[in-house]
């Protein structure tokens, strides 16, 4: 049997869908205290991460369409979450900044939302989630999106 070949794509794709979601359920279930949604979840700790983002490059690093990132920013704002930021406005562009209570949500959130990765991943070696994030990184469609921290 040769074993340098490389498995079938689709063996890859339903692995990476499992694993997609598993780590889905686990965040979702962990967010249910704070009412939130894996994608608001997301929203904010890019906000927080990357002040004064735009819409665009939230909407990319999600992988969500405009129009579905209306509605995510809608929703934390009407919470009191995130805002717009009018004094920073460029042209059109209104940055994204989160409110005091949206990163108090965020800081509270955090643990539970580690906790439930680390359970995901708890059968790997530190270093084994290291070269599973690194891997999956290397796959993504934005490599470059703002905010990639991989240490």
Known sequence: MNTSRALPGHDFGLAASRFHR???QAVEAA???FE???AQYGALVFV???PGTSNADLARFL???PQALGRVTAQLGVRGLLVRDADEAI???RPLALTPLGT??????EPAVERAQQ???SPLTTEQQLALLHALDACTPFPDSPGKDLT
């Not at 108090?104 to 959130?109: F, G, K, Q, T």
């Open 22 to 24: 598993a780590t889905r």
């Open 31 to 33: 967010l249910e205290p």
């Open 36 to 38: 939130l949604s894996g």
């Open 48 to 50: 927080d991460r990357n």
């Open 63 to 65: 992988l969500i369409t």
């Open 91 to 93: 042209g059109r562009r």
């Open 104 to 109: 108090r949500v965020v800081r509270e959130a």
């Open 119 to 121: 359970q995901l991943l």
